[in-house]
């Protein structure tokens, strides 16, 4: 292999750029850089490295021997911004490897991380990378196994990192606990904006630490609980916090077994808050008189623009349309 690397070293430019024509990108950017500093200087002019700013390597399967290309991918990047590694599996000791590029790695800014088989130690990894990484700025880490320990180290870092704007916790086995954490953590972060945390089962509890983390925050904007297990009780917590919440935008708590108690809480804050535009309310528990409440709610509030109420406790064809008779000039804001 060495001799076949030398050779297309030696070649014309103008042939390298042919042969180039014909190979994809991650061969290029995984097997040709780095060969010799000829070819990195053709690659560096050919016009398809200079516009590859995305790169979608999901679903691989990358064995241990290949992590270390990912290691030099990441180290010596300077045009990728956005990388897709969902899917693959690496596990923590796969993290390690780009943990330690994204410590000097001055360019990426979205990095999917979705089903990698990462646990708490390569939590720690991550957010050993993350207080030092300033140009991160979205991390998707839905479908691994972090819980809670590996939650409480990310959250430190975030007491450090200034660039991260978007964190996606989907699915991790997360408790009240690393609710906690989250909530201690996030109390004066002025950096992130979106945090997506549904299907974490973090109940009552973790609802109640949400709820003051959205009475202090001033930076979230989006905050997506679809499937947490929230509860009527838990919904009430989080309508008493958007009373006097002037910063969130989009709250989605689909899925999350709310019933006309839940609603009618949300309905009250729905007539003081200003400033939620979407909320999702799909799969819930919510028959007519809750539903009831949330239209009326709409006759005092000017700001939200998209209230889901799709696949509710309500079958009834005659039902909806008195709902929606009641709407008026708001029924387009408003999903059944």
């Known amino acids: 292999m060495t001799a076949i690397y030398a050779s297309l070293g030696s070649l014309p430019i103008e042939l390298v750029y042919r042969i180039l024509d014909n190979l994809d990108d991650l061969t290029i950017v995984m097997s040709l850089r780095n060969v010799c500093s000829r070819l990195n200087l053709i690659i560096d002019t050919y016009h398809r490295y200079q516009t590859l700013t995305m790169l979608n390597i999901a679903n691989l399967r990358w064995k241990t021997q290949g992590l270390p290309c990912l290691y030099n991918l990441l180290l010596n990047n300077t045009i990728l911004v956005t990388l897709d590694l969902s899917y693959n599996r690496i596990g923590d000791e796969g993290t390690w490897f780009l943990a330690n590029a994204l410590k000097n790695n001055k360019v990426l800014i979205s990095l999917n991380l979705a089903k990698n088989d990462i646990g708490f130690n390569g939590a720690q990894y991550l957010a050993d990378a993350l207080r030092e990484n ?5 991390i998707v ?15 430190h870092a975030l007491n450090h990192n200034r660039s991260l704007n978007i964190l996606n916790l989907r699915q991790n086995k997360i408790s009240a606990d690393g609710v906690k954490y989250l909530s201690q953590a996030l109390q004066n972060n002025e950096t992130l904006m979106t945090l997506y945390f549904g299907g974490n089962k973090i109940g009552l509890l973790g609802a109640q630490f949400l709820a003051d983390l959205l009475k202090t925050n001033t930076a979230i904007t989006e905050l997506m609980l679809e499937g947490d297990g929230l509860g009527d009780r838990g919904t009430q917590y989080l309508a008493n916090a958007l009373e006097n919440n002037n910063t969130l935008i989009a709250l989605n708590l689909q899925e999350n077994g709310v019933s006309d108690e839940g609603a009618h809480c949300l309905a009250n804050a729905l007539k003081i808050n200003a400033k939620l535009e979407v909320l999702n309310l799909s799969r819930n528990k919510i028959r007519f008189p809750g539903l009831l409440n949330l239209v009326n709610a709409l006759k005092y509030n000017t700001t939200l623009m998209i209230l889901n109420l799709q696949s509710n406790s309500i079958d009834d064809d005659q039902v909806v349309r008195q709902l929606a008779n009641n709407l008026g000039k708001d029924a387009n804001r408003v999903f059944w």
């Not at 300033?134 to 979205?138: D, E, Q």
């Not at 880490?141 to 990310?154: A, M, R, V």
């Open 134 to 138: 300033t140009t991160l700025g979205a």
């Open 141 to 155: 880490l839905e479908f691994n196994n972090i819980g809670s320990q590996g939650t409480e180290y990310l959250v």
